[in-house]
């Protein structure tokens, strides 16, 4: 059974960089799945933000990729995300899951969710 | 940034049927399957519905899901007490810069 474990700071300065990490166990990364962030502020929906391959393949929200990063260590079996300039907008719950992906993204669908780890943008 | 559309609440009384809408477009629910994710309080969302009408294993047989054109359709039948979560639909969208859009939320009350 996968399991995701986001993990990072909870307290982010404004105009810094959010970085977080998902621990991927009881699978492996190098599957064929893609992993991806969602996030959701406080009271407010879902939001995608992005997702990778563990060949390094990425796709990113438009209204986010000027400033989001994320990448993959196979090595550590985890992901990354990295956020830049941040403001108070970007305080949310910041989620991991995997990604199932078929036929072109005909099929997209995330079936495994990590707990969700809070970022507050304060100074 | 929500390009799905969906009614902000829904309510019914324990044993009765609900029906949750999910307005989209050409590009997302009218190009690709449409997923249902739900929501309890203060926790991770959790995939309900997949590929349009598809139950993932453990899910309740009382949630359906259908699909025509450009919306989709979330259906609790015999509703209980622990279906009052945030329901929220999802598909993948092409558009020039392609990427994966939620609804705007559902919150079901249990009355």
């Known amino acids: 059974q996968v399991q995701l474990q986001e993990s990072g700071p909870g307290l982010v300065k404004p105009s810094g960089t959010l970085s977080l990490t998902c621990a991927v166990s009881?699978?492996?990364?190098?599957?064929?799945?893609?992993w991806s962030w969602v996030r959701q502020p406080p009271g407010k929906g879902l939001e995608w933000i992005g997702e990778?391959?563990?060949?390094?393949?990425?796709n990113y929200n438009p209204s986010l990729k000027s400033r989001v990063t994320i990448s993959v260590d196979k090595s550590k079996n985890q992901f990354s995300l990295k956020l830049s300039s941040v403001t108070a907008a970007d305080t949310a719950v910041y989620y991991c899951?995997?990604?199932?992906?078929?036929?072109?993204?005909?099929?997209?669908?995330?079936?495994?969710w990590g707990k969700g780890t809070t970022v507050t943008v304060s100074s | 940034q929500s390009v799905l559309t969906q009614p902000p609440s829904a309510s019914g009384t324990p044993g009765q049927r609900v029906t949750i809408s999910c307005s989209g477009s050409s590009s997302n629910i009218g190009s690709n399957t449409v997923n249902w994710y739900q929501q309890l309080p203060g926790t991770a969302p959790k995939l309900l519905i997949y590929?349009?009408?598809q139950r993932p294993s453990g899910v309740p047989d009382r949630f359906s899901g259908s699909k025509s054109g450009t919306s989709a359709s979330l259906a609790i039948s015999g509703l209980q007490s622990e279906d009052e979560a945030d329901y929220y639909c999802a598909a993948w969208d092409d558009s020039l810069n392609a990427f994966y859009v939620f609804g705007t939320g559902t919150k079901v009350t249990v009355l």
């Open positions: 990778i391959y563990h060949s390094g393949s990425t």
């Open positions: 009881g699978g492996s990364i190098s599957s064929s799945n893609w």
């Open positions: 899951a995997r990604a199932f992906v078929l036929v072109g993204y005909y099929y997209y669908y995330m079936d495994v």
């Open positions: 590929s349009n009408n």
